[in-house]
């Protein structure tokens, strides 16, 4: 297993290089110049070759890249065009806030998307499943940043329970420990603090996990209904084995081991929706920031934060994999290449 | 019908009896299972009036004539933010435009980019897949690899550095979404071929000595037609989703068109004074996307021969 | 008497009609007794063991008649009621043993669910119980065993897991669903084997379905010949293979390749294909594929007769020719 687990470490190598590859790329290669944005439009020749010379824009691409690769594996991933910050702080101060929304909203996700999968295959073709697959059919068709935009008319406009934007109360904010609010206030013990970070996080949590609820309602329904028909159900049943523990020991226990992978997909399609939450609740992560900077082609920026998004994508779906072995005794690594 | 001795369950006659003979092609098989589902049925309904809207706001437009209840473009500020009444079903918008116009407007860009962007995705998805999954080997590790890149980046966020190293615009747009969802449509193909690959009839006509790319598109492509049908109109809502993500953080479509997106886009500033002009393209693009996923979710279950039978 | 089954019928209702997969059957199982049902498949004998356990999934329903067993009837009762009988008193054993068994929980655990299910015992003493059981059906070094999960076992080793754990907690009767289809023809013979042991050493009934009638002439005691949902034939074992009465039964038995045959004779086959159940003939269902086909036979369905003891649906049969049957 833990062979398994080296190797697939090593095979992230290649695909991350891929990444920056790809980014380096489309932001080097074949946007714009930046120089124009960063200095605006008055600059003159001269300042724009200065700054060019300055961050290495000049040099020839292979070179760039070169530069760019050696100083990311010594974990130097430059610094912003704007801020002159190191790229790595800047998106250090940013991801917390990330983390703690997609968090969040995957474990929302989870619980109810699982919660009504289960349940509607159970209760197969009943009013619940027939509403709960209508739920999931639109929660699958609305724009998130259109439910973000519903949630706050009817919340925070007009029944003024919940905040429509930021993390947290100025005037509440926890130190910084972990970066993540809900756990700071809660090292503080600073119940004030932690429930203004949850009411905060109520809405942007919930408008981002809807769609991912919607995949993982729909696939645990499909995944419980095709258990429901095995073998072994049937075999369970013919013990004499309750209805009710059947569906939980034994159809569950199979039917879920798919769902571990939905999830796991689904937190890289959170990672992309966080950009389009977090800009309409003007949530201070790296989604929204990294918006900004695509538009005003701060590159080291970019690309780093790309990276840095790809990595922890695929070490998500690495521990998918080894979660996976772990519930399905069938799967042996030491046979399989990944 | 075949007779099953070593099953022993009787459902199979049951089953085999529910399904009585099957038609020719594929596709037709389909259609046939589709007109039986609702939800189909009514997905198609609402993508063929979208599509009429679509084509009369079109060729009026060509005509240079007016059948919107007024012009989508025309900005009379004296106008501006009037709530949804008898004259402006939808209210008008922060520039005195009328809603309902602009709404019914941007239902030409939406389908165009939808289908437009799936196009470009599932030619060269296709392509690739095909040749990856039929030639195998190091062309197929290197094509699978870079897909795999790709689908480690949120599509969202591709799409986004795409359109900023492309510019804005409505050909942008779908050119970037288009690009991102590549790797999907590889996947299915390349999966598909390898498990078709091995049939005897694949094997037969290699033997006779038919050439490559003939065995891909006569005898291989269509026996995975009808998958393809389907995730090219799921492909389409995500399609529709993308468009109007990228308009709504202002990089798609660019005034004075009207895309949903950016209308909403657009519009977030008076999310508290004007909720309506937030509500309704919304709503469009809600319905949009359900369209399709509802003809989607029919096809696939038409294509499943599990569903058939339940 | 242990299991009296009375006019069952058992219907799946589908959207182009109903289906009458068990149709007006009527049987019974005598304590310590082997019964076979032998059919092809579509003859309502998987449908016939499912009806009996209680196990008929959507869209499947027992349509009328009775099940008793030691004088209660199990179609009036509930789920719950049910579940304190099977796996108890009643328990089954399926075709597939690949797919029979859970494939994520060790196979001690499955057995000890059955045993914990309806004792009120320990863990441990379950645990020696499950380990005893399986040394029993013959699973070598049993304590080690327990720990595999399914997937590491055989066919065979899986069949007689499935058996251990349906005679876990000694029930009165095992209903054994094709025990040996799915399985190697020297496997098959051992699990037969093993069956027969067992019914021996917990002096239990067995109702055996099958559609081999090889496995029938080694087993059973006696037997039950299905044909689309209906009874066409009942004997014991020796007379339905000495003297078989339905052209059905006549059929079958002539197509089974004899080793010691030296004629040069092809095998016999019954010509055409089991009906439609959607579409079945009038008359006798058997009629359309029947060499001994007669006029009477394609308008109506001849009632099941005993003639000395063997029961028989034909109307060659019918009683005018009873003198000449025992002529003959």
Request: charged share 20%; net charge neutral.
């Amino acid at each position: 297993m833990l062979k398994y687990i080296f190797k697939r470490i090593l095979m992230l190598i290649p695909v991350l290089i891929g990444v920056s590859i790809i980014v380096f790329l489309i932001m080097r290669v074949f946007s714009p110049d930046p120089a124009p944005i960063v200095l605006g439009q008055h600059a003159t020749q001269t300042a724009v070759e200065v700054w060019r010379q300055a961050n290495g824009l000049n040099d020839p691409i292979f070179l760039q890249y070169y530069h760019f690769i050696t100083g990311a594996l010594t974990g130097d991933l430059g610094t912003s065009f704007y801020t002159k910050m190191p790229v790595l702080k800047e998106i250090f101060s940013r991801f917390p806030a990330t983390i703690e929304l997609a968090v969040v909203a995957i474990m929302l996700a989870s619980i109810f998307g699982i919660l009504i999968g289960v349940v509607s295959a159970v209760k197969k073709n009943s009013i619940f499943d027939n509403a709960g697959m209508l739920l999931a059919l639109v929660g699958v068709s609305m724009p998130i940043f259109w439910l973000g935009i519903l949630l706050i008319i009817f919340f925070s406009g007009t029944l003024h329970w919940l905040p429509s934007s930021g993390r947290i109360n100025p005037m509440l904010q926890p130190g910084s420990v972990t970066g993540f609010y809900l756990i700071d206030s809660l090292i503080a013990g600073n119940m004030d603090a932690f429930g203004d970070a949850l009411r905060h996080l109520v809405l942007p949590a919930s408008a981002l996990a809807m769609y991912s609820m919607a995949i993982i309602a729909r696939m645990t329904r499909s995944s419980m209904l095709e258990t429901l028909q095995q073998d072994y159900i049937r075999t369970a049943r013919a013990k004499g084995v309750s209805e009710g523990r059947v569906i939980r020991k034994h159809a569950l226990r199979n039917g879920l081991i798919p769902i571990v992978t939905v999830i796991g997909l689904q937190l890289g399609s959170l990672l992309g929706g966080a950009v389009l939450t977090e800009t309409v609740f003007s949530w201070p992560g790296i989604g929204s920031y990294t918006v900004a900077c695509i538009l005003k082609s701060d590159f080291p920026v970019v690309q780093g934060v790309v990276l840095l998004i790809a990595f922890v994508f695929v070490l998500v779906n690495l521990l998918v994999d080894v979660i996976y072995a772990f519930l399905d005794p069938r799967i042996k690594y030491s046979k399989k290449e990944g | 019908m075949v007779k099953d001795v070593s099953s022993n369950s009787d459902e199979n006659l049951i089953q085999a009896a529910e399904y009585v003979e099957k038609p020719e092609s594929q596709l037709k098989e389909m259609w046939e299972t589709l007109k039986q589902n609702k939800a189909a049925v009514v997905g198609l309904f609402i993508i063929a009036l979208l599509a009429l809207i679509a084509l009369a706001v079109w060729g009026s437009e060509l005509l240079g004539k007016q059948i919107l209840p007024y012009d989508p473009n025309y900005s009379d500020m004296t106008k501006s933010f009037i709530w949804p009444n008898a004259e402006h079903w939808f209210g008008t918008d922060q520039l005195g435009r009328d809603m309902l116009s602009r709404i019914l407007d941007g239902t030409k860009i939406s389908l165009f980019v939808g289908v437009a962007a799936v196009a470009i995705s599932l030619s060269i998805g296709v392509m690739l897949g095909a040749i990856a999954g039929y030639r195998g080997g190091k062309t197929d590790a290197f094509i699978m690899r870079v897909m795999d890149v790709m689908l480690s980046i949120p599509s969202i966020l591709l799409a986004i550095a795409f359109m900023a190293a492309l510019g804005k615009g409505l050909d942008k747009a779908v050119i970037a979404i288009g690009l991102v969802s590549i790797p999907e449509y590889a996947r299915i193909v390349r999966g598909s071929i390898l498990s078709v690959k091995e049939n005897d009839y694949v094997q037969a006509a290699k033997v006779i000595g038919n050439k490559d790319s003939r065995i891909i598109f006569k005898h291989i492509l269509p026996n995975i037609i009808s998958l393809i049908v389907v995730r090219a109109t799921l492909g389409i809502s995500t399609a529709v989703l993308d468009t109007a993500a990228l308009g709504f953080l202002g990089l798609g479509v660019q005034p004075p068109y009207a895309e949903w997106g950016d209308m909403l886009g657009r519009a977030r500033g008076f999310i508290f004074t004007a909720p309506y002009t937030l509500i309704f393209p919304g709503i469009a693009i809600t319905i949009i996307v359900l369209a399709f996923n509802l003809l989607g979710d029919g096809l696939r279950d038409a294509l499943d021969p599990k569903s058939r039978i339940k | 008497m242990l299991l009296e089954v009375k006019n069952l019928r058992t219907e799946f209702k589908l959207k182009r009609g109903t289906v009458r997969a068990v149709d007006d059957i009527s049987f019974t199982i005598d304590k310590g007794e082997i019964l076979a049902i032998v059919g092809e498949s579509g003859s309502g004998k998987s449908v016939t063991s499912l009806s009996i356990m209680g196990l008929l999934q959507k869209p499947g329903r027992i349509a009328g008649g009775e099940i008793s067993f030691k004088s209660q009837d199990l179609n009036k009762m509930s789920q719950k009621e049910l579940q304190k009988i099977r796996g108890n008193q009643i328990s089954m054993i399926f075709q597939e043993p690949m797919t029979s068994l859970n494939p994520v929980w060790r196979i001690k655990d499955q057995i000890m669910e059955n045993i914990m299910t309806h004792m009120k015992i320990s863990k441990k003493e379950a645990l020696a119980r499950t380990i005893e059981m399986l040394d029993t059906v013959g699973i070598p070094s049993p304590a080690e065993r327990a720990n595999d999960y399914p997937h590491q076992m055989s066919g065979g080793m899986r069949q007689r897991v499935m058996t251990a754990m349906a005679l876990s907690c000694e029930p009165e009767l095992l209903i054994a669903d094709e025990p040996t289809t799915a399985l190697d023809v020297t496997i098959q013979a051992q699990i037969l084997e093993l069956l027969y042991q067992m019914r021996e050493k917990f002096h239990m009934a067995v109702l055996l379905i099958t559609h081999d009638l090889g496995v029938v002439s080694e087993a059973a005691d006696r037997v039950i010949v299905m044909y689309c949902g209906k009874i066409v034939e009942e004997a014991d074992v020796k007379s339905l293979f000495s003297q078989p009465l339905h052209p059905y039964t006549v059929g079958l038995l002539q197509s089974i390749p004899q080793i010691d045959d030296e004629s040069d004779q092809r095998l016999y086959m019954i010509k055409g294909m089991v009906p439609n159940p959607l579409n079945m003939p009038p008359g006798c269902y058997f009629s359309d594929r029947c060499d001994s086909c007669m006029e009477r036979c394609t308008q109506e369905m001849p009632e099941l007769q005993e003639i000395n003891g063997h029961k028989v649906r034909c109307f060659l049969y019918d009683k005018a020719k009873e003198g000449e049957l025992s002529a003959k």
